[in-house]
């Protein structure tokens, strides 16, 4: 097939792993004609260029990250336009057999729908954001406002025009059928995040390494990943302040983001000393560090109404940690864990029952052992690239 996948969130090949350069990687193995077309991050690598030997449309852009909101909305919107002039400007040929897209964002619907009409290709819309619902749960937009019906009717005419709908969980499937009444239910499956497992580390290499970090002695519970107003940092303070009676557990927390101000200001004014924070590390080196950790954290808005599914579980799979994780209610994440029973959750805002959940974890070693042992199980069975890519080929033949 010719594949053309449009994307926001793609980093350079050649340098760096994702979910989507890992889904394209085994789309090109597999002896598909594949173009990308993403962002240029880096202004000097522009234009149509190859990345481990997959041709990369990089178009330059406005700022899409860590700008303000108005910037980046604006930014968003005039993407489809850019990857449009840009295919145009480079008479690419347009005569597509498949357009995979992805959210967020839902602004490229545009381009979608042109590439559709010139190619009569078939569309598969990879779900990983419910936008604006997640925009009007956590305050950032207002319910019925002009802003919010624009971009409501956006998501409408891209589930539409989309001729399968992949989606992390059930509980995603079910809300989107439930609240767009109109998409075609056989559009909706099940598609999990996924990732390549990578090899771990000895025994030996980690004691070393805990060592060398200064973590000697430590129980670490460590929370990796993007730090913003979806994961709310709170509920990690106030669990971490619960526990300071506990002088061994540390809560290492790795990352960065919008709300990072927030939170070291959080951290100074509570006088929190069982936190240590570190700023993001490439892929490898990440994985190396949380290797020597004992707990996986995950913490999700108590306002959100959509049902999330947190990729950073993956990372934590991959390392055989169990997952503790701080969940609003709409998520069926939660009942994931238990159903494979790799990790233990409690409800947002309720820090004296996920401290309960914590000790659990803390006192009895053969339960985090089996845990992480059962989630690794779970990624190399059913949450590998390869594993994603024969759910999309699967799919897509049956169109």
């Given amino acids: 097939m010719r594949i053309v996948f449009l994307a926001l969130a793609f980093p ?34 522009k234009g149509l260029q190859l990345e481990t030997g997959i041709k990369v449309l990089r178009v330059p852009t406005l700022e899409l990250f860590g700008s303000g909101l108005i910037m980046k909305g604006v930014a968003n919107l005039l ?3 850019l990857y449009k002039r840009a295919l145009k400007n480079l008479k690419i ?6 357009i995979i897209t992805a959210t967020p964002p839902i602004t490229l619907y545009n381009v979608v729908a042109w590439l559709k009409r010139k190619s009569n290709g078939k569309v598969y819309l990879i779900l990983r954001d419910i936008f604006p619902q997640n925009a009007v749960d956590l305050g950032l937009m207002k319910e ?10 956006k998501e409408k005419k891209l ?48 004691r070393q390494l805990k060592k060398q970090e200064g973590l000697e002695g430590k129980f670490i519970v460590v ?8 994961q709310k940092m709170e509920n990690i303070v106030d669990l971490a302040l619960a526990c300071k009676d506990k002088t061994d557990i540390l809560f290492l927390i790795v990352g960065v983001g919008s709300a990072l101000e927030d939170l070291k200001n959080l951290i100074a004014s509570k006088e929190v000393s069982n936190i240590q924070l570190r700023k993001g590390l490439k892929h490898n080196e990440y994985f190396e560090l949380l290797q020597i950790t004992d707990v996986g954290l995950i913490s999700l808005s108590d306002q959100f109404t959509i049902p999330n599914y947190p990729s950073k579980a993956l990372s934590y799979f991959n390392a055989k940690k169990p997952i503790l994780a ?22 947002a805002g309720n820090t004296s029952l996920l401290k309960e959940k914590l000790m659990l ?5 053969e339960l985090r052992m089996q845990m992480g042992e059962n989630g690794y199980n779970h990624m190399k069975k059913e949450l590998t690239s390869k594993k994603a890519l024969e759910t999309v080929i699967n799919v897509i033949s049956k169109l």
């Fill in 12 to 45: 350079n090949m050649e340098q760096s792993y994702y979910l989507y350069t890992e889904l394209v990687t085994e789309l090109h193995n597999e002896g598909h004609e594949i173009l990308v077309v993403a962002p240029a991050y880096d202004p000097k690598r």
């Fill in 159 to 206: 589930y539409a025009i989309s001729d399968s709908i992949g989606c992390m969980s059930e509980g995603n499937i079910s809300y989107l059928e439930k609240h767009n009444p109109e998409i075609d239910k056989k559009k909706l499956h099940l598609l999990p995040n996924w990732a390549n497992l990578l090899p771990l580390q000895s025994n030996e290499i980690n």
């Fill in 326 to 347: 701080s969940l609003d209610l709409s998520t069926d994440f939660g009942e994931g864990l238990e159903k494979i029973n790799a990790g233990l959750w409690a409800e």
């Fill in 223 to 230: 929370f990796g990943g993007n730090i913003g107003i979806p």
């Fill in 79 to 81: 993407l489809p336009y």
């Fill in 93 to 98: 040929d347009l005569n597509f057999d498949l």
């Fill in 144 to 153: 019925k406002s002009f802003i919010h019906r624009f971009f409501r009717d």
């Fill in 361 to 365: 974890l803390y006192n009895d070693s």
